[in-house]
């Protein structure tokens, strides 16, 4: 196990009927407000209502950021700035799913820079200051709501990045799984994938001695793996959805993945497909997943032992022959994200898989940093390998 540092304070309320809280939350950091929102869900299933209508008799003055897209755009951080700076704003409340989370993060940095947001997505290193963040989450998958990292796309040049920074980390984060029940089913499969992904990036590393994050990476995917047919079977069913909600926290706030050398894979090249093409995050995982998967398998045998581990511990296979189980366990994982009734193929959601690719594949390896310490390292023609198998 290696060392790391473990800063976290993010305060979560987590569970129902605590939106009473959020006045004395907020206002702990001022009462002149940006409230940050997406396409409209949240006005669909009433949150909107409650929450303008709790911080309007509390003596908030709200400022509106809305139609923050999936993927958020530059193009909406710097709106988000303008209005902050106009109105002398002094904190940011971000209700919504992980694309409006990220973009209030980048907002809240750039509102201290004096260039453009853009900057700040392409070198982390410049983020410093920001204003706080309080969230309301409403949709369980990318564990923005206790990390410090966003994710930002600028169409005009085809680049989804990440970016992070210490001060990005929200104040306090609002986990009401009730939130979640109006989740539709394709984005409800999608988080559940976005999850275990965060989960398959820690796991498949080659740092030894990490029993602790391995155990509880396993437990988590484990708890993804019973509860999301719940919850797609049935929506409002609370228990389901509350564990699904604390799964997507956990799996990304650094308890797996501390201790841990190594990079990401499957979604820098994602991060690729999303920048080109605008898919979904998780139906972009899921569909690499498997197959990145196997592509280990087969080309490097040193990966046959922790993949029959995630099999035997998370797929409960038995038996003694490595090889066997770890391909066992490669087809459940496939089995189960199809089962969820996530498209499983590239051409499915709009990528035809001749075009771009090269691009794509060349991209990855230069902002993913896969052919240096990635679980298996990859160059271009192997990301193009893995694009073209979907
Ligand atoms: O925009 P609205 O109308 O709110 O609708 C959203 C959106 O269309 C809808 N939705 C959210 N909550 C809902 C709901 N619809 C009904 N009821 C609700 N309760 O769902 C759609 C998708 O929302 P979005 O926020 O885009 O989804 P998600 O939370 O999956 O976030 C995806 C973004 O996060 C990035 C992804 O790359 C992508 O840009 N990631 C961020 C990470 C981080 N900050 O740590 C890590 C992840 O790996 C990921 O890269
Ligand atoms: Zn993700």
Redesign the pocket.
């Known amino acids: 196990m290696n060392n790391f540092r473990m800063y976290v304070p993010t305060d979560i309320r987590f569970g129902k009927d605590r939106l009473n809280e959020l006045p004395e939350v907020l206002g702990a950091y001022g009462k002149r407000v940006l409230l940050a929102?997406?396409?409209?869900?949240?006005k669909?299933?009433g949150l909107y209502d409650n929450v303008v209508n709790l911080l309007k008799s509390n003596g908030f003055h709200i400022v509106e950021l809305t139609g923050?897209?999936?993927?958020?755009k530059i193009s909406s951080v710097r709106e988000g700035v303008k209005l902050v700076r106009e109105n002398e704003l002094n904190v940011i409340l971000a209700v919504?799913?992980?694309?409006?989370?990220?973009a209030a993060k980048v907002i809240a940095g750039a509102v201290y820079y004096d260039g453009d947001a853009w900057d700040l997505v392409e070198d982390g290193s410049k983020m410093g200051k920001a204003l706080p963040i309080i969230d309301i989450l409403?949709?369980a998958?990318?564990?923005?709501e206790m990390?410090r990292?966003?994710?930002i796309?600028n169409p005009e040049i085809n680049e989804?990045l990440?970016t992070s920074g210490w001060e990005l980390l929200p104040k306090a984060s609002f986990l009401d799984p009730t939130?979640?029940?109006?989740?539709?089913t394709g984005?409800t499969a999608?988080?559940a994938a976005?999850i275990l992904s965060?989960l398959f990036e820690q796991y498949f590393n080659r740092t030894d001695g990490v029993d602790v994050q391995d155990n509880i990476a396993e437990g988590l995917m484990k708890a993804v793996i019973k509860n999301a047919p719940i919850a797609l079977k049935t929506p409002d069913d609370y228990i389901a959805r509350a564990n699904i909600l604390w799964a997507s926290t956990l799996a990304?706030n650094g308890i797996p993945g501390n201790g841990r050398a190594g990079g990401w894979t499957c979604?820098p090249i994602e991060?690729e497909l999303?920048a080109y093409y605008d898919i979904?995050?998780?139906i972009g995982l899921a569909i690499l997943t498997p197959r990145w998967m196997k592509y280990c398998l087969d080309n490097d045998e040193t990966t046959v032992s922790k993949f029959a581990k995630y099999g035997r511990q998370v797929w409960h296979f038995e038996g003694e022959n490595d090889s066997e189980i770890a391909h066992r366990a490669v087809k459940a994982t496939y089995e189960f994200l199809k089962s969820l009734d996530i498209p499983m193929t590239l051409p499915e959601v709009g990528i035809e898989t001749d075009e771009l690719v090269d691009e794509m594949s060349a991209q990855a390896v230069v902002h993913g940093g896969l052919s240096n310490g990635a679980f298996v390292e990859l160059e271009k023609e192997n990301v193009a390998q893995i694009i073209r198998a979907c």
């Open positions: 929102y997406g396409g409209g869900s949240i669909r299933f923050i897209e999936p993927n958020p919504g799913g992980g694309s409006v989370v990220d409403t949709l998958a990318t564990g923005t990390n990292n966003a994710v796309s989804k990440g939130n979640t029940f109006t989740v539709p984005q999608a988080g976005d965060h990304l979604h991060h999303s979904t995050h998780g």
